[in-house]
């Protein structure tokens, strides 16, 4: 039976927790002095491989720790190890611990993210029961396989196969851009299982071990020298049907889940909020004091159009987060969400470029200079991720303008315009 407490009296419970178990930040912080701290500026992870697994330590313990005393999954079901508690609740508690120092979370990102809300959506019970605990306690990590090297945007394309045995599938083919499948215990897979049926048709997914044998995983190495991504080849991985998410070609629909979520995770997550906080505006004010530039009417003009785009992202984020919280379905607005975030993520980056010139590609040792270029070369990853620039406009002019449908490459389809994202 689900308990009934106040968001007061669970902030209450969720502040106790926390004292006990973490440090309180200081005040001081989120003040940004120039010189001061980390200048690491990077998007995506560049740390080695040794360190990533102490990190990952790190950060499955402190998810254990924040699970068993009934903060790891607070919306969840009940009868599944969550807390049947609302948004509200949830809200209040990922407040109240962005004020402690904790062990960065962004590994449990995709499966707590994407893959976990899909398993709930369309598994069979005892996968749920066997999978959703473990993986909101963090013992396990997900990571989403759907990109392939011919199926990017138009997801629909993809061909790695799933044919029936028995009980079981087997599975052939090979995945792209897989982030964190290195240090993914379980993934949800996108397979075709009809050749014949139209595209979108033809697809059904399903639950894998990342470490059963048929599963080779290779690193992918970014522009900016980190590996956060890799290849995933699949040969002959057998897979029981129980593990099926949806009915047999009913994977669409599967995906659509999974998408939907990646999309409201990347448009209202730390990126998208983050870096238009005080935090980043103070390290640019910074940084044109710095170098002398802040009476530089270019520049100022410049960086108040970059604050300004933050803040109108921010809100109008707020906005579409806020429908999706009262039960509507997401529309269109996430899909504006995440093209303000990199529209912002690029001014950033043009600005930066101005500001610092030649100093942002010779390395003197200069601190907060070089290190931008970790920032500027990871931009153009985030226009690619979670649907392009290019599809979300399509989405907008379509859904919002009202403008004629794209006509695509697959103009047959009932389907095609669910794009990617
Ligand atoms: C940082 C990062 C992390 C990622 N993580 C994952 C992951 O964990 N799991 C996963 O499955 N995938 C992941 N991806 C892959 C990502 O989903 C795809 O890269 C994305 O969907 C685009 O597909 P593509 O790379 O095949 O490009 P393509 O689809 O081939 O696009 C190439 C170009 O054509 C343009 N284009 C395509 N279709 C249209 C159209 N209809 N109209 C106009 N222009 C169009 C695109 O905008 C782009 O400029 C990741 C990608 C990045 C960059």
């Known amino acids: 039976m689900t308990e009934q407490v106040s968001v007061e009296e669970f902030t209450d419970q969720a502040r106790g927790f926390l004292d006990a178990h973490a440090e309180l930040r ?6 940004f002095v120039w010189g001061e701290g ?3 500026l990077s998007l995506f992870e560049e740390v080695d491989r040794e360190v990533e697994k102490a990190q990952i330590a790190a950060a499955k313990q402190w998810r254990a720790t924040r699970y068993d005393a009934g903060f790891g999954w607070i919306t969840g079901p009940v009868d599944l190890g969550g807390r049947g508690l609302t948004k509200a609740h949830e809200r209040a508690y990922s407040s109240l611990e962005s004020r402690y120092l904790l062990p960065r979370s962004n590994f449990f990102g995709i ?3 994407m893959v976990a809300p899909t398993i709930l959506a369309h598994a069979q019970d005892h996968v749920k029961s066997r999978y959703l605990p473990s993986m909101y306690r963090g013992d396990l990590i997900g990571a989403q396989l759907f990109s392939e090297p011919g199926a990017g945007s138009d997801l629909a394309s993809l061909t790695t196969r799933a044919e029936r045995d028995g009980d079981e599938w087997v599975i052939t083919g090979q995945k792209v851009w897989t982030s964190g499948a290195h240090y993914s215990d379980i993934g949800e897979v996108m397979c075709r299982t009809d050749q014949d049926l139209p595209k979108h048709r033809g697809l059904t997914g399903f639950i894998i071990d990342m470490h059963a044998p048929g599963v080779e995983v290779r690193p992918l190495r970014q522009m900016t020298g980190g590996a956060a991504f890799n290849e995933v080849f699949f ?4 897979v029981p049907d129980d593990h099926r998410l949806g009915d047999v070609n009913g994977g669409w629909a599967v995906a659509l889940t999974t998408l ?7 448009g209202a997550g730390p990126a998208g909020g983050g870096l ?3 935090g980043n505006a103070a390290r640019m004010i910074e940084m044109l004091r710095h170098f002398d530039l802040d009476h530089d009417p270019l520049l100022r003009q410049e960086l108040a159009a970059v604050y300004t785009g933050f803040q109108v992202a921010k809100w109008n984020g707020q906005r579409a987060m806020d429908k999706v919280k009262a039960g509507q379905a997401p529309g269109p607005e996430l899909s504006g969400a995440k093209l303000s975030l990199t529209r912002n993520l690029q001014a950033v980056a043009e600005f930066a470029g101005h500001v610092l010139g030649p100093r942002m590609v010779a390395n003197s040792g ?10 500027v070369c990871g931009v153009p990853g985030m226009r690619v991720a979670g649907g392009t620039d290019e599809v979300l406009r399509k989405i907008i002019s379509e859904q919002v303008l009202g403008l004629p449908k794209d006509p695509g490459i697959d103009t047959t389809s009932p389907f095609r315009d669910l794009p990617r994202s």
């Not at 040969?235 to 057998?238: A, M, P, T």
């Not at 200069?366 to 920032?375: D, I, K, L, N, R």
């Open 276 to 278: 238009g906080g005080l």
């Open 235 to 238: 040969d002959g991985l057998r």
């Open 111 to 113: 499966g707590l993210g």
């Open 260 to 266: 939907l979520n990646e999309r409201a995770s990347i």
């Open 366 to 375: 200069e601190w907060g200079t070089y290190a931008w270029g970790q920032f």
């Open 38 to 40: 980390d200048d690491d």
């Open 26 to 31: 200081s005040t001081d912080d989120h003040r």
